[in-house]
């Protein structure tokens, strides 16, 4: 958990922002970063390994040309990708508030893109499926939406990356309206 102190003065503005009159945070955390590393590293040591052994061999084979070149460029935006997906980790903020779960991203990797706000009204059923981790770490489910390349894809709605799962999810099963129980 964290405080609305600690968040940067542009997260702090944006959460003010996201909150309806007379809403307070009850709970408020980012994503952990480090899961996109463990889970980019094995692609990123592959992927290096694959630049290096081709390097060689255009260099060994004499060929250094145009495809080298564009070999290095996709590896180097498919790295770079690693970096933009940690920096939007960073800009993410989930809350809980005594009415609503809510998700407030970045839409863009600079500082100039706008800002998504995803709200879920707190209710009995709220969490569709949980993934837990080893470590206590997981994701909260709260629905699904069509891609936007695809209508027959879906893409998971909710809480992802999230430290200490189980007490978040007992968190908002508490705070859920008595009437609703």
Known sequence: MISISSLSDELREQVVHAM???ESPVWMAQPIPSLANQLSTPYL???GFGVLFSTLVYIVAGLVNVYMLFSLLFTGAAVGMVFVIRRRMRRTVYLITEQRAIVLRPTGVTQKGGWQLIAWPLSVGLVK???????GSGDLIFGYEPKKSSEDTTVPMGFFNLPELRRVEQMLMDITPSSLN
């Open 129 to 135: 499926e949980r993934v837990m981790r080893n470590d």
């Open 45 to 47: 040591f592959f992927s």
């Open 20 to 22: 309806q009159s007379g």
